[in-house]
């Protein structure tokens, strides 16, 4: 997409996508309204590709995902109801055929369809800092002991990452007390994911340069603390 939405996401307002009003739901009314966990899966549809899919792969590279897939499962359908509904602040959200239509109260309806679709996705999930999933799929062709070295490996992987996962409940505690200024976690509900997400990344920064700083100032190697290490560049808005 062109345009990076930034001022609306640090801004907060709503983000004009094609003609259709993106508002930036804040975490506490996402936990108050549907509830975290329901809310991650009902993302789902925003964040699948074709590698999440099980399959030949020359049948799925000739799916469309939106119209093959995802209107066609009534779950997944469903789900894409449920966030266009929240974020689009909709009267009612309609599928009618391979579109999905969000209607308002005091406008004409806005049509989703394959077209478009991609767009709508990447707004939702930057609003929610959320990035498509990433599937790693086995090596062709492998012999039956490189596939058991392979599937050992994933599980160590995954095994580890899950023990070092940061969870939404750590990234508000460290939001709140590992500034320098206490931040009321009254005040940080307010703020969408997106902001909640740059606000951690920023303490965590600086956090990282502040420590860095202290050792360049007995090792006198500036290498940790300058260029893209500086805190100005650890501060910059970026992907």
């Given at each position: 997409m062109a345009h990076n939405y930034?001022?609306?996401?640090i801004r907060m307002k709503p983000i004009n996508c094609d003609g259709l009003l993106i508002y930036p739901i804040s975490f506490g009314e996402?936990?108050?309204?549907?509830?975290?966990?329901?809310?991650?899966?009902?993302?789902m549809p925003f964040l699948m590709t074709k590698e999440c899919l099980e399959?030949?792969?020359?049948?799925?590279?000739?799916?469309?995902?939106f119209e093959d897939v995802i209107l066609k499962d009534k779950t997944l359908s469903?789900?894409?109801?449920?966030?266009?509904?929240?974020?689009?602040?909709?009267?009612?959200?309609?599928k009618i055929v391979s579109e999905i239509h969000i209607r308002f109260e005091d406008k004409e309806p806005f049509v989703i369809d394959k077209n478009n679709f991609?767009?709508?996705?990447?707004?939702?999930?930057?609003?929610?800092?959320?990035?498509?999933?990433?599937?790693?799929?086995?090596?062709?062709?492998?012999?039956?002991?490189?596939?058991?070295?392979?599937?050992?490996?994933?599980?160590?992987?995954?095994?580890?990452?899950?023990?070092?996962?940061?969870?939404?409940?750590?990234?508000?505690?460290?939001?709140?007390?590992?500034?320098?200024?206490?931040?009321?976690?009254e005040e940080i509900e307010k703020w969408t994911l997106w902001k909640i997400m740059n606000c951690y990344k920023a303490i965590v920064n600086v956090k990282t340069y502040d420590d860095s700083l202290k050792i360049c100032l007995v090792s006198g190697d500036g290498k940790s603390i300058s260029d893209k290490n500086h805190w100005h560049s650890k501060l910059m808005v970026r992907e």
């Open positions: 930034y001022l609306e996401l996402i936990c108050d309204t549907i509830g975290l966990d329901n809310f991650e899966k009902c993302l399959g030949d792969a020359e049948k799925l590279n000739s799916l469309n995902l469903q789900y894409v109801g449920v966030i266009l509904g929240l974020f689009c602040k909709a009267k009612d959200v309609v991609d767009d709508v996705c990447e707004v939702i999930m930057k609003i929610n800092a959320k990035s498509k999933i990433e599937i790693e799929k086995p090596p062709k062709n492998m012999s039956a002991r490189q596939r058991d070295i392979w599937e050992k490996l994933q599980k160590g992987r995954a095994k580890s990452k899950s023990e070092n996962e940061i969870h939404i409940y750590d990234i508000l505690n460290i939001i709140e007390y590992g500034g320098k200024y206490h931040l009321p976690i």
